[in-house]
């Protein structure tokens, strides 16, 4: 029998063990937390102890992995170097604090080109990955599927397979799967899910799919917006997420509520969700 994973986003504000509370709050066996103002800035000391009694809690109750996301400030391939100095900075510090919770995930948005195209994104992501990633880390780094916004890479499987192509330490480095963002792109997750994660596998290779964020989207299939939905509120509807989050390719999966709510809302999200998930 397998334990749904599922939570949502949660603030690291009081530290790791009060996000590890606050997950039990919720009813969540995983979740994900900004590794410092989603809109930039530096990153609190971390507190041993405070992070050695998150483990702790997290191996009593055998919960699994927790999917970390970095600001949405960090441009790896933004025109301007200031910029992509700050990415590589916050990037290579972040991968350094994530070995306090060794073995887990570390989630971007690969960027935006502004401009330049996607052959120089391309480049220039890869290029952060081969100076950031290290042989002796434990993290697994995710690429983020993106909605297609603006210049954002990551819009199709083949750009994150461009990705993937140049990093020199390839068994560091992942996938993870936005419901709102592939919808967004023009991935139709609700009439053919089954073909999407076929043309996935094909494209990226389903043994890098590592974790999903399940939101659902305000915006048509194609729109390129990338605005989320609470469960079953949007466009993408709760049927689709039953199939989604029963896929024998992503229910062993992290799966990470990034909806528009409070607590109680999770709380009740959640819920929901397990209901809905076949326990074999
Ligand atoms: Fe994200
Ligand atoms: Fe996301
Ligand atoms: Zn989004």
């Not at 507190?47 to 600001?71: C, M, S, T």
């Not at 081969?130 to 603006?150: H, I, S, Y």
């Amino acid at each position: 029998m397998s334990m749904m994973q599922i939570g949502s986003h949660i603030s690291s504000a009081k530290g790791y063990e009060a996000m590890g509370k606050q997950a039990l709050k919720l009813g969540a066996s995983t979740f994900a937390f900004f590794t410092r103002n989603p809109r930039g800035g530096s990153a609190k000391a971390v507190n041993e102890a405070d992070v050695q009694r998150f483990l702790e809690l997290w191996k009593e109750k055998g919960y699994g992995k927790i999917v970390a996301h970095a600001p949405y400030t960090l441009n790896a391939c933004s025109d301007k170097a200031q910029v992509r100095r700050f990415a590589r900075e916050a990037f290579a510090e972040d991968l350094a604090r994530m070995e306090y919770t060794p073995g887990n995930y570390y989630n971007f948005h690969p960027g935006s080109h502004v401009g330049q195209g996607e052959e120089t994104g391309v480049r220039l992501i890869a290029e952060l990955l081969n100076e950031c990633l290290r042989e002796d880390m434990t993290t697994t780094v995710l690429l983020e599927t993106m909605a297609g916004k603006g210049s954002e890479i990551g819009r199709s499987f083949e750009e994150l397979r461009e990705i993937l192509d140049c990093v020199r330490l390839s068994d560091k480095i992942g996938v993870c799967l936005d419901t709102c963002h592939v919808w967004d792109a023009g991935y139709d997750i609700v009439n053919d899910l089954e073909s999407v994660l076929r043309e996935f596998d094909r494209v990226v290779g389903l043994n890098r799919l590592k974790a999903v964020h399940i939101n659902d989207s305000i915006n048509t299939l194609g729109s390129h917006k990338d605005r989320h939905a609470r469960i079953g509120e949007g466009q993408i509807g709760t049927e689709a997420f039953v199939r989604i989050i029963n896929h024998p390719a992503l229910r062993e999966l992290p799966f990470i509520l990034e909806t528009p709510n409070d607590d109680a809302g999770w709380t009740k999200e959640i819920a929901m969700l397990r209901e809905k998930y076949q326990e074999f």
